[in-house]
């Protein structure tokens, strides 16, 4: 029996070419992930789902930060949202990390920010080192 990847290619494409329903480029059948059934390819390229990724990333991120108060809670700091990180309260509490999580599930990332401060990258690193969560209690 061929094997999925095997079946994948041949399944897909009639010449080993796809057409990308984002970009609309025809381009070999390697630039295209197997889809969630892991017969057939997906439709949309490689490049053009990393792209939508880091865009839901980073919309993701600005709509975080601006629910948690749009800057740092110890400084102030509000220049770049990518500065800014979410820190636990009470990391035996965490549910779960923010990176990789399911973006478009807001109410478990809202349930999850209740135990979170919003603090840039210095003070965060801050907070680690010298173990001072007296600053935000």
Same mark, same amino acid.
């Given at each position: 029996?061929? =094997?999925?990847?095997?079946?994948?290619?041949? +399944?897909?494409?009639?010449?080993?070419?796809t057409?990308?329903?984002?970009?609309?480029?025809?381009? =070999?059948?390697?630039?295209?992930f197997l =889809?969630?059934?892991? +017969?057939?390819?997906?439709?949309i390229?490689?490049?053009?789902?990393?792209?939508?990724?880091?865009?839901?990333?980073? =919309?993701?991120k600005?709509?975080?930060?601006?629910?948690?108060?749009?800057?740092?809670?110890?400084?102030g700091?509000?220049?770049?949202?990518?500065?800014?990180d979410?820190?636990?309260?009470?990391?035996s509490k965490?549910?779960?990390?923010?990176?990789?999580?399911?973006?478009?599930?807001?109410?478990?990332v809202i349930?999850?920010?209740?135990n979170?401060?919003?603090?840039?990258?210095?003070?965060?690193?801050?907070?680690?080192?010298?173990?001072?969560?007296?600053?935000?209690e």
């Open positions: 029996a061929p =094997s999925n990847l095997l079946v994948a290619s041949t +399944v897909a494409t009639k010449y080993g070419m057409t990308c329903r984002i970009c609309k480029e025809d381009k =070999s059948d390697s630039e295209f =889809s969630s059934n892991k +017969v057939n390819l997906d439709r390229c490689k490049a053009c789902k990393h792209t939508r990724q880091q865009e839901r990333r980073h =919309s993701f600005v709509w975080l930060v601006e629910y948690m108060g749009g800057g740092c809670e110890k400084c700091y509000n220049r770049c949202v990518f500065a800014l979410v820190h636990h309260r009470d990391p965490k549910e779960f990390e923010f990176k990789g999580c399911d973006l478009k599930n807001k109410t478990r349930k999850e920010l209740e979170c401060h919003l603090l840039c990258a210095t003070c965060h690193r801050e907070v680690h080192h010298m173990n001072d969560r007296l600053f935000i």
